[in-house]
Antibody, heavy 120, light 111 residues
Framework: EVQLVESGGGLVQPGGSLRLSCSASGFTFSSFAMHWVRQAPGMGLEYLSSVNNNGRSQYYADSVKGRFTISRDNSKNTLYLELSSLRGDDTAVYFC?????????????WGQGTLVTVSS | QSALTQPRSVSGSPGQSVTISCTGSISDVGGYNYVSWYQQHPGKAPKLIIYDVSRRPSGVPDRFSGSKSGNTASLTISGLQAEDEADYYCCSYAGGNILRVFGGGTTVTVL
């Protein structure tokens, strides 16, 4: 069974930094692209970032480019998202998601999310 | 990258069909056959219900179907059931360095 478990969320001051982790199990982690998506309170889903299966290619939404960094450690089956220069509008639940397959496009499995609150 | 456009809400009675539209551009919906749809119940993580425009993951009822015409994709829920009441989001591959873009979401209400 595919499992994705996010951690690392919490309360952080504006301008601060945080590192989110997503621990994966139940599939061959190194074979799949992985993604981060967030959802602000009461709002819709927002795509943030993707990394390919070997970690060599990263992609970002304009809203987080230059502030967030995605990475992965295939030896630890873990996906990361480094958040920096945080602002109030970064307050959201952050989800990690697994690509459905190498030749198909869709977020096939999701974690339960981790809440990041940016406030002084 | 602009978000895809979805209606804020749609509603239907049990047993009826409802269709949710998702309008983008040639840069996303119209340019690729990579539209996906997600169902999200309150307080829960989203769930993939359609990928690659019209494919259903294992375990998703065939009441859910997807299609695309030009720059607009659609999700149809046939035989509406109470448990279908949820928020639905479309998402498209957008190429380049952006990769994906979501719609604003549609709330489906079962009357």
């Amino acid at each position: 069974e595919v499992q994705l478990v996010e951690s690392g969320g919490g309360l952080v001051q504006p301008g601060g930094s945080l590192r989110l982790s997503c621990s994966a199990s139940g599939f061959t982690f190194s074979s799949f692209a992985m993604h981060w998506v967030r959802q602000a309170p009461g709002m819709g889903l927002e795509y943030l970032s993707s990394v390919n299966n070997n970690g060599r290619s990263q992609y970002y939404a304009d809203s987080v480019k230059g502030r967030f960094t995605i990475s992965r450690d295939n030896s630890k089956n873990t996906l990361y998202l480094e958040l920096s220069s945080l602002r109030g509008d970064d307050t959201a639940v952050y989800f990690c998601a697994k690509e459905i397959g190498p030749t198909h496009v869709g977020f096939g499995h999701w974690g339960q999310g981790t809440l990041v609150t940016v406030s002084s | 990258q602009s978000a895809l456009t979805q209606p804020r809400s749609v509603s239907g009675s049990p047993g009826q069909s409802v269709t949710i539209s998702c309008t983008g551009s040639i840069s996303d919906v119209g340019g690729y056959n990579y539209v996906s749809w997600y169902q999200q119940h309150p307080g829960k993580a989203p769930k993939l219900i359609i990928y690659d425009v019209s494919r259903r993951p294992s375990g998703v009822p065939d009441r859910f179907s997807g299609s695309k015409s030009g720059n607009t994709a659609s999700l149809t829920i046939s035989g509406l059931q109470a448990e279908d009441e949820a928020d639905y989001y479309c998402c498209s591959y957008a190429g380049g360095n952006i990769l994906r873009v979501f719609g604003g979401g549609t709330t489906v209400t079962v009357l």
